[in-house]
Every structure is written in C-alpha cells, then in structure tokens.
C-alpha cells in the first residue's frame, strides 16, 4: 500500500465550478498535510498546510482534514483555467521531517 | 517570506562529467534540506536529506558517492551529480524547512541534460 494516495486524474472542470480533489494515507500517526500545485515544467509552489481536523479556508481554496478516515481534500472553488496544473498531497509522517507525496492528480480547468 | 533559489536553472553536460547544483534559502536558515528528483510524468522522488553540518541521509537506491551533498551552511545546500550519465538526465528540486517548521518551500528547480 503506497504511504499517500490520490484519487487518479486527470480531472477535468468547467470555469467557475468546484475541483474537488482527494487523498488518503496510511500512516495514523502523520501529523502535517500540505497541498501543493505544480505547474508543467516548474517546481512545486505550496497551497495550504492544515494540522487539525476540519476545514482551513483561504481564499478560494479550502482543505478538508480527517484523521480518523485518514483523509484529506482539496477544494478549489471558482476554478479558472490558471488553476490548470498538478496538485500534490503531501503528508508529513510522524516523528520526521520528510514529506511523502502522492503520485498527484492534475487538473483542467475548461475556459 | 520563504523564498528558496537554485542555481542554474538549467545545465547541459557531456557524460562523464560532474555538475554542481546550488540551493540556497534566501530569508531564513534552513535547518533542514531536502533533495529531490522527478522524471517526466512522475511524481517527486525524495533522494537525501541534508541537515547543516551533519552528513547527508540518502534514500534507498541512491548512490551516496554518485550524488555528492554539501550543507555547509544554514543557507546553502549543494548537490554535485558525479561522472553524470544519460540516465541521470532529470528535474532537480531541493526544497528547504526552518527551525521548528515542517512546510517545506521548493527552490525553482534545475533541468540536467547529460549527453
């Protein structure tokens, strides 16, 4: 079973809808969850970080925390088609400072 | 804040050769430094972990003589690809983390062509 897993792209969305993107891990004890966008040929760039369950909104993004499920989402509200890119979950394992990252699911966003 | 460089952005070297790859964080002290790999259409693939003063952890499979890791200051990581081959033609990304930060900040990257 691979450490963190995301739903298999690519997804594809219509201005102005939400892009809802998924990701699960397998180690319980993970503390941190980060959400990174990579756009093609660059390196990743960091979206939002979120420690506890529940939801942290900023902006038009908004990460969904569940450690009991061992889930954490994305959501990506009003998308534009600047929002067309990569989107990496990472999760930060307990007791290191190494992120495992999901394989990413990429996203289009129709104009 | 946070921002992170690399240096160059991209290189193209004849095989054989070494290439030296900087990464530098540029408003705070990077405790720690992360270096990765990424083939096209593929996810990162974490290759060591550099802490300033300290030696490099490598990760299973790779080659600690083959990729040379300095951290020999608080701001400054440098990875040096050694007798580099085809094979080794990547995207190279450090990423760097402060003092009782987890986030980790990603340098611009550096494309290596080895011919």
């Known amino acids: 079973q691979k450490e963190v897993e995301q739903n298999s792209g690519p997804l594809s969305v219509p201005e102005g809808a939400i892009a809802s993107l998924n990701c699960t891990y397998s180690?319980?004890?993970?503390?941190?969850f980060f959400w990174y966008r990579q756009y093609s040929g660059k390196s990743p760039e960091l979206i939002m970080f979120?420690?506890?369950?529940g939801d942290k909104e900023d902006g038009r993004f908004t990460a969904q925390l569940n450690k009991a499920s061992q889930y954490v989402s994305l959501l990506i509200r009003d998308s534009q088609p600047s929002d067309s890119a990569t989107y990496l979950c990472?999760?930060?394992?307990?007791?290191?400072?190494?992120?495992?990252f999901g394989a990413g699911t990429t996203v289009t966003v129709r104009a | 804040g946070a921002v992170v460089s690399q240096h160059p952005s991209r290189v193209i070297c004849k095989s054989g050769t070494s290439v030296k790859i900087e990464c530098r964080s540029l408003?705070?002290?990077?405790?720690?430094m992360f270096w990765y790999r990424q083939f096209p259409k593929q996810s990162l693939m974490l290759m060591a972990t550099?802490?300033?003063?300290?030696?490099?952890?490598?990760e299973q499979g790779v080659e600690k003589d083959k990729f040379l890791i300095n951290h020999a200051s608080l701001t400054l990581s440098t990875l040096t690809v050694t007798s580099a081959h085809p094979e080794d033609s990547s995207f190279y990304i450090c990423?760097?983390?402060?003092?009782?930060?987890?986030?980790?900040?990603f340098g611009p990257g550096t494309r290596l062509l080895v011919l």
């Open positions: 990423s760097a983390r402060g003092s009782g930060r987890e986030t980790q900040y």
């Open positions: 180690d319980r004890g993970s503390q941190s």
């Open positions: 979120i420690y506890s369950n």
């Open positions: 990472a999760v930060n394992l307990a007791n290191d400072y190494k992120l495992s």
């Open positions: 408003d705070f002290q990077a405790t720690t």
């Open positions: 550099s802490n300033e003063g300290s030696k490099a952890t490598y």
